[in-house]
């Protein structure tokens, strides 16, 4: 349970919130993305929220005043596994485009489901001023095939860290370090069209 005393004293003072505001207690309940919704995110280059649309604040269960300046990985929930964090992370600051199936996390514990679009914003002279982050609700097939990969590189990571995960993800794709992001990027198109 969140503790709303603690959030709101925090916000108060000016602090911003984080993963560590997030609920500890998680539980099954899932909202479900309606098919013509859109997500719409912004984040400065730390991954501070600076913009938030109506359905993300509906989705997330936070109010605009709690996302906007909070760290977007408030909402990162524990299923999901930190490798598929560090592609989108390693692309992005490479100045290219991210796209996966996520897991995120509500703020009553519950959880919903995206397929999210993430690209860097670069000013005139090419450096990245932030990032933009569409989503849209994803082909339920595709969880349903994502979601035990996803768990399998989760347990990897508990016993071995983030490179325990990253070589059984090159594993399940029949990938090498030349090739994984290719390889990533063709299942999950492949995934979010149903095939």
Known sequence: MINEKRIKEKLKSGKRL???DAPKNINNNEYVLKDEDFIVSKTDTKGYITYCNRIFVEAAGWSRFELIGANHNIIRHPHM?????????????SKREFFGFVKNLRKDGGFYWVFAYITPDLDL???IVGYTSF?????P???RKIEPIY???VEAERVGGVSESYELLKKI????DENVIEKYNRLVFELQKGM
């Open 135 to 139: 989503r849209k609700k994803p082909n």
């Open 173 to 176: 794709l029949n990938a090498n």
């Open 81 to 93: 596994p930190k490798i598929a964090f560090k592609i989108l992370w390693d692309l992005i600051q």
């Open 18 to 20: 984080s993963k560590l």
């Open 141 to 143: 097939e595709g969880i």
């Open 151 to 153: 768990k399998e590189l």
């Open 125 to 127: 002279n090419g450096n």
